[in-house]
């Protein structure tokens, strides 16, 4: 079963890019919260340059969904790059998988 059939509401899925060298923080997430809506959603996509310390960040996304009705999947340049190269050998299913992944590890 995949966990793109979570239950979170995502009539659009709300992407926030941050040109940060530091790691994102509970501010970063939070304006990413304050924009999900009962009519936008509650799903949203940060992304960002590097991840030095991805438990932490790990930990912070796991309290968005435990505390919130809401998730939101962070991805790093190498994680774009990576999706880009999927999309550009037509491994459609790998690359739902490779996002799937993502959400799971926050779902878990």
Known sequence: ??????????PY????????????N?????????RFSRKRGRFGILV???IDDESKLLKRLQDVVNNT??????????DVMNLLNLKRSAKIKELNGYLDEKLKAILM
């Open 1 to 10: 079963r995949s966990c793109y059939r979570a239950n979170f509401l995502c």
């Open 13 to 24: 899925v709300v992407v926030e890019c941050k040109n940060y060298r530091e790691d994102p």
């Open 26 to 34: 509970n501010p970063e997430l939070d304006q990413l919260i304050g």
């Open 48 to 50: 960002c340059r590097k």
């Open 69 to 78: 009705e809401a998730a939101i999947i962070c991805l790093q340049d190498i």
